[in-house]
């Protein structure tokens, strides 16, 4: 079973806002539940979401690219494998 967290401590934990987090929820990249109308989501939607930061801040990728990664890459998270998934993925 998911360990969840409150949307807000995953977000401070990440270094970003909560409608960042929501967003991802809204392109599918995450899972975020509601309890008790309070979001939340799992330690591991966490780790992830701290990778599309990573993707979207330092690697400047774009949202479609962004999906094909995530689509394409298993964790543990590399992001050397990053421009061979996108290399593959191009066209």
Request: no cysteine; charged share 25%; glycine share 6%.
């Amino acid at each position: 079973m998911k360990a969840y967290r409150p949307l807000a401590i995953a977000a401070g934990n990440a270094r970003t806002d909560e409608e960042t987090l929501l967003e991802f929820g809204r392109a599918g990249w995450i899972e975020v539940i509601f309890k008790d109308q309070r979001p939340f989501i799992s330690g591991q939607d966490e780790y992830r979401s701290r990778f599309i930061l990573h993707l979207r801040q330092k690697l400047k990728l774009t949202d479609e690219q962004i999906g094909i990664v995530l689509a394409n890459a298993k964790p543990p998270y590399a992001v050397d494998q990053v421009p061979a998934i996108l290399a593959r993925h191009s066209g």
